[in-house]
């Protein structure tokens, strides 16, 4: 009994959870999802299309689509929305006159049917740069607090070093375990 228990636990946490990265270009996705892979600055290109990679973390399988941010790209989001469990919204701490374009991008997102169970981790990158917006500043130009249907958390981060990667993925991964 107790194997038989333990290997359907298995199956369970073996189950892939499907993750978008999303966010303007230029915030740093890309450089995200390889931090979390290799630890390590890999050389990035604007990414036309997505990358995907898979990262395991405490035996739960996330299946990370980076997708392209820029304004052309942004209408083909929603062609990755469907299974997807979890939102990382990456944003460029350093890009104010950009937030509120971020704002909407996120707004919409949250409308949309297919995301509305998606739990949303907000990491607000680039706290490296000096005089970059702190994730309270982010928060409330977000009004993070008014998102009421779905679990969100933001996380400051520096994707070069990757300090605030692992909080981050640590918040997707007890997500996992609340659901
Ligand atoms: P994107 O995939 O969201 O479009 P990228 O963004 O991952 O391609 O990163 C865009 C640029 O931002 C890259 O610089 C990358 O090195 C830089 N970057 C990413 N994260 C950080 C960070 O935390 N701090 C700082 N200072 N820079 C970061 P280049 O010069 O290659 O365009
Ligand atoms: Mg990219």
């Given at each position: 009994?107790?194997?038989?228990?333990g290997k359907?636990?298995?199956?369970?946490?073996?189950?892939?959870?499907?993750?978008?990265?999303?966010?303007?270009?230029?915030?740093?996705?890309?450089?995200?999802?390889?931090?979390?892979?290799?630890?390590?600055?890999?050389?990035?290109?604007?990414?036309?299309?997505?990358?995907?990679?898979?990262?395991?973390?405490?035996?739960?399988?996330?299946?990370?689509?980076?997708?392209?941010?820029?304004?052309?790209?942004?209408?083909?989001?929603?062609?990755?929305?469907?299974?997807?469990?979890?939102?990382?919204?990456?944003?460029?701490?350093?890009?104010?006159?950009?937030?509120?374009?971020?704002?909407?991008?996120?707004?919409?997102?949250?409308?949309?049917?297919?995301?509305?169970?998606?739990?949303?981790?907000?990491?607000?990158?680039?706290?490296?740069?000096?005089?970059?917006?702190?994730?309270?500043?982010?928060?409330?130009l977000l009004?993070?607090?008014?998102?009421?249907?779905?679990?969100?958390?933001?996380?400051?981060?520096?994707?070069?070093?990757?300090?605030?990667?692992?909080?981050?993925?640590?918040?997707?991964?007890?997500?996992?375990?609340?659901?």
């Amino acid at each position: 009994m107790g194997l038989l228990v333990g290997k359907l636990m298995d199956i369970f946490w073996s189950q892939e959870r499907k993750v978008i990265i999303v966010g303007l270009d230029n915030a740093g996705k890309t450089t995200i999802l390889y931090q979390f892979l290799t630890n390590e600055v890999i050389h990035t290109c604007p990414t036309i299309g997505s990358n995907m990679e898979e990262i395991v973390l405490k035996k739960t399988h996330f299946l990370m689509w980076d997708i392209g941010g820029q304004e052309a790209l942004r209408s083909t989001w929603n062609t990755y929305y469907s299974d997807t469990e979890f939102i990382i919204l990456v944003i460029d701490s350093t890009d104010r006159d950009r937030l509120l374009t971020t704002r909407e991008e996120l707004y919409t997102m949250l409308a949309h049917e297919a995301l509305r169970d998606a739990s949303v981790l907000i990491f607000a990158n680039k706290q490296d740069v000096k005089n970059c917006m702190t994730t309270t500043e982010i928060s409330q130009l977000l009004t993070l607090s008014a998102i009421k249907d779905h679990p969100w958390h933001i996380q400051g981060c520096c994707a070069l070093t990757g300090e605030g990667l692992s909080a981050g993925l640590q918040w997707l991964q007890s997500r996992t375990t609340a659901n």
